[in-house]
């Protein structure tokens, strides 16, 4: 996924997702570096959703 697809995903802007990766509120295993390109990342949706159903995600949202 892209920060797009998140942000879709979690009812938020692209923006807010970028927070969350940038204070390190996304565990790093679901982020993925495309090498060769300057910090672009992608998002590992089976890790994610893995991620989704074991922790209390509406720590992202107090985040906001």
Known sequence: LNYEQMAKL??????????WVNRKQIPDDIIFKMPGKKGAIRFIKPKLEEWITKSNVKELYASI
């Open 10 to 19: 979690f009812l938020v802007e692209k923006s807010t997702v970028r927070n």
